[in-house]
């Protein structure tokens, strides 16, 4: 079955970075998109960022561009997600997804930032 664990949350102050890691397994990884998306206290569930099969193609929502920058290591089944310069409105629980925003998806990892 789909597996999708995600790590590397946790707390840092506005300007710092944290690097989240999800690790796939139960499917053909490298014939899925994948997904980062994030849900913050009381809002809905956001899409954060994209990248295709071969790593060729990344989009990104708005708010993280130039910030986030995504990831991933078909040989070993993991996406990830570089975040930098974080700010106090990326503070969110971060899930992986597979093939579309509302796929499956992991448990996911809390990150908080604030001073």
């Known amino acids: 079955q789909v597996q999708l664990v995600e790590s590397g949350g946790g707390s840092v102050q506005p300007g710092g970075s944290l690097r989240l890691s999800c690790a796939a397994s139960?499917?053909?990884?490298?014939?899925?998109?994948m997904y980062w998306v994030r849900q913050a206290p009381g809002k809905r569930l956001e899409w954060v960022s994209v990248?295709?099969?071969?790593?060729?193609?990344?989009e990104y929502t708005n708010s993280v561009k130039g910030r986030f920058t995504i990831s991933r290591d078909n040989a070993m089944n993991t996406v990830s997600l570089q975040m930098n310069s974080l700010k106090s409105e990326d503070t969110a629980i971060y899930y992986c997804?597979?093939?579309?925003?509302?796929?499956?998806r992991g448990q996911g990892t809390q990150v908080t930032v604030s001073s």
């Open positions: 997804a597979k093939d579309s925003t509302t796929g499956p």
């Open positions: 139960g499917f053909a990884f490298d014939k899925s998109w």
């Open positions: 990248i295709n099969l071969d790593s060729s193609f990344k």
